[in-house]
Nanobody, 120 residues
Framework: QVQLVESGGGLVQPGGSLRLSCAAP????????MGWYRQGLGKQRELVAL???????NVARSVKGRFTISRDNAKNTVILQMNSLRPEDTAVYYC??????????????WGQGTPVTVSS
C-alpha cells in the first residue's frame, strides 16, 4: 500500500559515483528511520546505511568513507551518495523505511530495488 519511489541506479565504472534517491509519500509524517540495504548476486541482503530524523547514522564498514547518507525530512526523502565505487558494490539496492511510530504505523516497508552495476 505504501510505495517508496527509488531512482539513481545504473552502470558505472570503478572509481565512479552514483546518487540514489528514495522518497516516501509526503502525507506520512514522522518517519524516524530511512535508509538503504543491498543484495548482491548469491548473497544475503545487507545493511548499507540508515539515518534517523535527528541525523544519526549507521553505515556499514564496507562503505564507510565512500558512501554518504542524508535526508530531507520535509520531503520524506533519503539520499545515498556513492563515491569511489568498486565492483563488489554491484548489487540491487533497496530503500527502507520504518513507519512504526509515524502517522502511517504500517511497520517496515521496502522499495522495489534499483540495480547498481560497477564494471569496466
Amino acid at each position: 500500500q505504501v510505495q517508496l519511489v527509488e531512482s539513481g541506479g545504473g552502470l558505472v565504472q570503478p572509481g565512479g559515483s552514483l546518487r540514489l534517491s528514495c522518497a516516501a509519500p509526503r502525507n506520512i509524517l514522522n518517519i524516524n528511520i530511512m535508509g538503504w540495504y543491498r543484495q548482491g548476486l548469491g548473497k544475503q541482503r545487507e545493511l548499507v546505511a540508515l539515518i534517523t530524523t535527528g541525523g544519526n547514522t549507521n553505515v556499514a564498514r564496507s562503505v564507510k568513507g565512500r558512501f554518504t547518507i542524508s535526508r530531507d525530512n520535509a520531503k520524506n526523502t533519503v539520499i545515498l551518495q556513492m563515491n569511489s565505487l568498486r565492483p563488489e558494490d554491484t548489487a540491487v539496492y533497496y530503500c527502507y523505511a520504518d513507519l512504526r511510530g509515524s502517522t502511517s504505523n504500517l511497520g517496515e516497508v521496502w522499495g522495489q530495488g534499483t540495480p547498481v552495476t560497477v564494471s569496466s
